[in-house]
């Protein structure tokens, strides 16, 4: 009689593990398990723009054309010819433009100190035009797929303005740059600065 209900008690409990173990291999795999979870995908890091102003490097020839008054409804110009010099600093992680033209409306010698923020991958230009001997406001921005666009606010006749400055049409031997102002929050821009860039042979070089 013992072996017997033993043998009734054991026939139980293997049928409970049998039962369980169906259950067990039907449920659905867990995806919240670690290993089943797939991993995260890392953040898109910034292109690397300190090289931007590598093409501009040498001696160029360059024209010109200012609007002498500029946000007042007029539409006068004034011409100039001249060169423009930009050297490499720090390796190439900044550049030194030196402007030189003359035309109907003067002469202008200006500079401009490009430096590489590598923590926002931006670039800021500071301008300096030797009748004034003070560095102007940055113009703070990139470049993307070959077009730089930098801003800034400044004023101008005690009117807070927006100013946009921008490189495009840039080749290895030619680049175009335009200043516009805008006094309504960027919704109109007026151009004032357009200069025209061609770089110039060096001496001796051939030009076959």
């Not at 010099?85 to 010698?109: C, D, F, Y």
């Amino acid at each position: 009689m013992m072996n017997r209900t033993k043998l009734i008690e054991q026939s139980r409990s293997f049928l409970i593990v049998l039962s369980l173990a169906f259950c067990s291999a039907s449920l659905p795999a867990q995806t919240s398990s670690p290993a089943a979870r797939p991993a995260p995908q890392a953040a898109a890091t910034p292109g690397d723009g300190q090289r931007d102003f590598d093409w501009e490097i040498g001696s160029w020839k360059t024209h010109v054309s200012r609007r002498l008054h500029p946000l007042t409804g007029s539409s006068t110009w004034v011409e100039y010819d001249g060169t423009s010099v930009v050297r490499k600093v720090w390796n190439g992680r900044a550049n030194l433009l030196e402007l030189e033209v003359e035309g109907p409306g003067g002469h202008i010698e200006g500079l401009s100190l490009r430096l590489y923020n590598p923590d926002s991958h931006q670039w800021s230009l500071n301008f300096s035009n030797s009748s004034a001997g003070t560095l102007s406001t940055p113009t703070v921005g990139e470049f993307k797929d070959g077009r730089g666009e930098f801003f800034d606010q400044e004023t101008l006749s005690g009117r807070a303005i927006l100013v946009r400055f921008v490189i495009s049409g840039v080749t290895p031997d030619s680049a175009h740059f335009e200043q516009s102002f805008s006094d309504d929050g960027g919704k109109t821009w007026e151009v004032n600065w357009i200069a025209t860039d061609t770089r110039m042979k060096d001496k001796g070089s051939d030009t076959n």
